[in-house]
Antibody, heavy 122, light 108 residues
Framework: EVQLLESGGDLVQPGGSLRLSCAAS????????MTWVRQAPGKGLEWVAT????????YYGDSVRGRFTVSRDNSKNTVYLQMNSLRTEDTATYYC???????????????WGQGTVVTVSS | DIQMTQSPSSLSASVGDRVTITCRAS??????LAWYQQKPGKVPKLLIY???NLQSGVPSRFSASGSETDFTLTINSLQPDDVATYYC??????????FGQGTRLEIK
């Protein structure tokens, strides 16, 4: 059974930093790209970042590029999202999700974690 | 960037109705389109991938069609459990993985 467990969400002040983690199990982690998606309160889904199954390849949405860093540790079956220079508009539930096509950076998101809440406020 | 536009933004239908939601891409994306269902307070769930392929475990009353720029999600015989917001998402290129703005479905 595929499981994705996010952690690290918290209340942080504007300008602060936070690192989210997503521990994966139930599938061959190192063959699947992993994606972070966020959802601000009452809003739609926004793609944040993707860590390719090839660990050196990462991709970012325009609103987070230069501030967020996605990485993965295939030995720990974990993907991370380092968030720096946080803004109030980064307040959201952050989901990690598994791409459904092994060996590709493209793919639909077939399994999602329960999400972790990040609140940026003074 | 390719934009994804869903219509309608919201709709209300009766139990047993056939419901259609549309997603339009500003440029051709082939069959690289997914549909997700997000029930209130819940995690998004993959319904359709590759524009027309039903994800395992999804009821057969859900179906989808389309390619390149025009896509539809159809729910045959609407059930109360189908109350949710539905999102399309393109994944023909990375980056970005663009979502539509969502369609909120309610029961009359």
């Amino acid at each position: 059974e595929v499981q994705l467990l996010e952690s690290g969400g918290d209340l942080v002040q504007p300008g602060g930093s936070l690192r989210l983690s997503c521990a994966a199990s139930g599938f061959t982690f190192n063959t699947h790209s992993m994606t972070w998606v966020r959802q601000a309160p009452g809003k739609g889904l926004e793609w944040v970042a993707t860590a390719s199954y090839i660990t050196e390849s990462t991709y970012y949405g325009d609103s987070v590029r230069g501030r967020f860093t996605v990485s993965r540790d295939n030995s720990k079956n974990t993907v991370y999202l380092q968030m720096n220079s946080l803004r109030t508009e980064d307040t959201a539930t952050y989901y990690c999700a598994k791409n459904n096509v092994p060996g590709s950076s493209r793919g639909a998101l077939d399994f999602w974690g329960q999400g972790t809440v990040v609140t940026v406020s003074s | 960037d390719i934009q994804m536009t869903q219509s309608p933004s919201s709709l209300s239908a009766s139990v047993g109705d056939r419901v259609t939601i549309t997603c339009r891409a500003s440029q051709g994306i082939g069959y690289y389109l997914a549909w997700y269902q997000q029930k209130p307070g819940k995690v998004p769930k993959l319904l359709i991938y590759g524009a027309t392929n039903l994800q395992s475990g999804v009821p057969s009353r859900f179906s989808a069609s389309g390619s390149e720029t025009d896509f539809t999600l159809t729910i045959n015989s609407l059930q109360p459990d189908d109350v949710a917001t539905y999102y399309c998402q393109r994944y023909n290129t990375v980056p970005p993985l663009t979502f539509g703005q969502g369609t909120r479905l309610e029961i009359k």
